[in-house]
């Protein structure tokens, strides 16, 4: 057994302090690794899943928007009025779509998959919805536009709404972790 009382005193000072140094040096090596654990964590939420966020948030104002530019074309009389707002609503929905193919890219986990997987079939549903809603409109059978507005095209809109929501929702979670 290392016994320091046998050595001299300038020894053990020498000792000591090489002891200390490599304590100090084994502390900032666990240091630096923690940080650049962190790093890469940070980096990976301002690169990902921020975009993804971003993405997501737009998707969910695009889906606002079609509401609004539908309700719009019902409220309308005028036939190039109505058109006008197809053409938007038309417009609005490429930009979604295309926020939707992005996000599809960079899905990773089996619940975002799952998540993404209801969204693009609840858009699915609201794209039928928003058909229809212009045909009828076209027609000009205000009953007839009406009640599809109440039973069927608000409640896929919501459900769209809805779904694009839970995508969101599942963003900030994974942002937490």
Do not use: C
């Amino acid at each position: 057994m290392l016994n320091l009382r046998n050595y001299k005193i300038g020894t053990r000072l020498i000792m000591t302090t090489v002891g200390a140094l490599a304590l100090m040096i084994t502390f900032v090596a666990i240091a630096l690794f923690s940080l650049n654990s962190v790093g890469e964590k940070v980096d990976h939420i301002a690169n990902n899943n921020m975009k993804e966020m971003e993405l997501a948030v737009d998707m969910r104002m695009r889906n606002l928007l079609i509401g609004r530019r539908i309700r719009s074309a019902i409220i309308y009389d005028e036939i190039e009025k109505q058109q006008e707002e197809q053409k938007k609503v038309g417009i609005e929905l490429s930009a979604y779509m295309e926020a939707e193919k992005q996000i599809a890219l960079t899905v990773h986990s089996s619940e975002e998959k799952e998540t993404f997987a209801k969204t693009v079939v609840a858009r699915e549903q609201a794209e039928v919805a928003v058909a229809l809603m212009f045909k009828r409109i076209k027609e000009g059978n205000r009953p007839d536009i009406e009640k599809h507005f109440a039973n069927d095209f608000r409640v896929k809109m919501q459900t769209w709404f809805d779904s694009v929501g839970a995508y969101i929702k599942l963003q900030k979670e994974s942002n937490q972790r």
